[in-house]
């Protein structure tokens, strides 16, 4: 699919798009391309990639040179002033042999050519310093931190011509271009219009808000949802679409609300995201935002804290919304008023009324993780059964259970006695063990840094697809790191578990009938976990253990009463 250039709005844009090779030209470049070494890029290059060949990244036109990533990290700013509050970026690996002057092509995963790029930088970035810049902090907790860690250590950039736009498959009536958005949007005939952008489904509060910031503005409404990548453990897109049509279908005004998918790759960063998701709504012709409290935040930080304050993106936007030409639209706080049967601002409540309210985290916890029914005041019985039509009660669902820990911790013991207490009841459990694993799945694979990073992450997407399938799975691996094991915690998503086996290096050397301690000790092993490699413990697990004074079977039973109570396994 070759999409025709178009002239973007004012006052962001105005400038012709370069990148899509016209139709005349596209057979000679597609065999040129075929020709020219070439990368695969990650998915969420793939849909950067998009995202610039259409215009929605407006005023940038290409992968960053080092000019304006450095001017954007220290400044939220391409190099010639422009505001632009995130880095978009090409990484390679810093072994890969490329450079200025040389034409290379970039194929997505199924090896499909998107694009040619004739290099004309190299550069080097620093993972500490970036995420510190964009991020606020340094803390792999973040998941695009911890993802970051495998991100080549080289950016390269340059001259983009695409070839082709990621092909999409699904909900292909709803993927449009910012020209064909606004295009849509103009025909309905109202200045303003309001953006929604969202990652979760839609329920009835949501549904007022959104509505309400519409006739506010007397505009139409954008709902404008990321169907790219979000935050790892997120509701599928799939199910989502599915919420979000039944909504705009049935409950609001047909000449008055659009959707229209985003096949954005978040970065989490808030504030910095919100301002970045305000230019990209702009491309797409609104010039409203609904900010949400603590917009485009990460989750809790490694010390279960927050990464950023609530009103952190709200004020953030409402700073630059002259230059962007976006004004925010602050998601307050709603509330359901039980006697009159409708939505209100919680500022605005009068004095004595009745309120109910449910939490996302309820919404998880009590009410989907255990089967039970959205109340209709809630979620609009369409969309309760849709939802609990994709995540049935806890029971049915997948689970990782990640032991980490240094070598004779425990691990492979404590495992083998929770899978027992598992099968008693009834719950199927597949094992992982780190040793198992290197003979098959790793068989050739060292102990350098890499080797085992790539080990880890191995087992982490066997893991992953076991849970997504609805299995449980249990992995013991010593997986020293804590940047692999977020990143693999982000795989597997909502359901994993960390158990840290936190047996004192003294006990373990003491209890090692190997000898590995000894020889490591000797010098005999090289990269030993412990001696001369570090351990990274676990900052928040969900368990932590030890072998010392505490047999294995009680440590078992003390993770299966857990996943007992947490509804994962149903007691007799």
């Known amino acids: 699919m070759i999409v025709e250039r178009t002239r973007l709005v004012a006052p962001y844009c105005g400038e012709l798009l370069d990148l899509l090779v016209p139709r005349e030209e596209l057979v000679v470049q597609s065999a040129y391309a075929y020709s020219l070494p070439y990368i695969q890029v990650s998915a969420r290059v793939e849909c950067d990639l998009e995202l610039l060949a259409v215009g929605a990244f407006s005023p940038l036109s290409g992968f960053m040179n080092e000019a304006d990533f450095r001017s954007v990290l220290d400044t939220m700013r391409l190099a010639d002033g422009t505001l632009f509050p995130m880095p978009i970026t090409l990484p390679v690996d810093a072994k890969a ?5 040389a034409d290379i092509a970039l194929r997505n995963r199924k090896n499909n050519i998107l694009a040619i790029l004739s290099v004309e930088e190299r550069y080097e970035w620093d993972l500490e310093e970036t995420a510190t810049k964009v991020f606020g902090k340094f803390d792999t907790r973040h998941p695009i931190i911890a993802e970051m860690h495998r991100w080549g250590k080289v950016n390269i950039a340059g001259d983009l011509r695409v070839l082709r736009l990621p092909p999409h498959l699904d909900f292909a009536e709803l993927r449009r271009t910012p020209a064909e958005t606004r295009a849509v949007l ?3 005939g109202h200045e303003n219009v309001v953006a929604f952008q969202t990652r979760n489904p839609l329920h009835r509060v949501h549904e007022a808000l959104t509505k309400r910031a519409a006739a506010n503005v007397d505009g139409v409404l954008l709902l404008h949802p990321v169907v790219g990548m979000t935050q790892p453990g997120d509701v599928d897109h799939y199910t989502r679409v599915r919420v979000y049509k039944t909504l705009i279908d049935n409950y609001y005004e047909e000449d008055r609300s659009l959707l229209s998918l985003l096949p954005l790759a978040m970065r989490m960063a808030g504030p910095r995201e919100a301002v970045w998701h305000a230019i990209i709504r702009r491309n797409y012709g609104a010039n409203h935002l609904i900010v949400g409290r603590d917009h485009a935040g990460p989750g809790p930080d490694s010390k279960g804290e927050p990464f950023y304050g609530p009103y952190d993106a709200q004020d953030m936007v409402m700073q630059y919304a002259d230059e ?3 004004k925010p639209a602050p ?8 006697d009159d049967d409708r939505y209100e601002e919680n500022s605005k409540l009068p004095k004595g009324a009745k309120v109910r309210k449910i939490s996302g985290t309820q919404v998880r916890e009590n009410y989907l993780g255990r089967g039970v029914p959205l109340p209709a005041w809630f979620s609009r019985p369409e969309v309760a059964r849709i939802l609990a039509d994709s995540y049935p009660p806890r029971h049915r669902r997948g689970l990782c259970l990640w032991l980490t820990g240094l070598s004779g911790s425990g691990k492979s ?9 598992l099968l008693e009841l009834g719950r199927n459990v597949t094992v992982l063990d780190g040793d198992v694993v290197r003979t098959h799945l790793s068989k050739g694979l060292g102990f350098s840094k890499a080797d085992r990073d790539t080990n880890i992450r191995r087992i982490g997407y066997v893991a992953s697809e076991i849970v997504r399938h609805g299995g449980m799975v249990i992995c013991a691996a010593i997986s020293p790191y804590r940047a692999t094991r977020e990143d693999v915690r982000n795989m597997v998503g909502d359901g994993f578990m960390e158990i840290h086996m936190a047996t004192p290096l003294e006990f373990v ?3 090692d009938v190997k000898g590995l301690y000894a020889k490591a000790r000797r010098g005999e092993i090289k990269g030993f976990t412990g001696i001369d490699d570090p351990y990274e413990p676990p900052l928040n697990p969900q368990f932590t253990l030890t072998a010392e004074n505490t047999s294995a079977v009680d440590n078992a039973r003390l993770v299966v009463n857990r996943l007992i109570e947490l509804g994962y396994v149903l007691a007799d």
């Open 97 to 101: 042999d490329i450079h200025p002057g």
């Open 186 to 188: 103009e025909s309905y």
């Open 324 to 326: 962007i030409g976006v």
């Open 331 to 338: 998601f307050t706080e709603m509330v359901y008023l039980e």
């Open 413 to 421: 013991t404590t495992a083998e006695q929770i899978v027992n207490l």
């Open 509 to 511: 050397e003491a209890h």
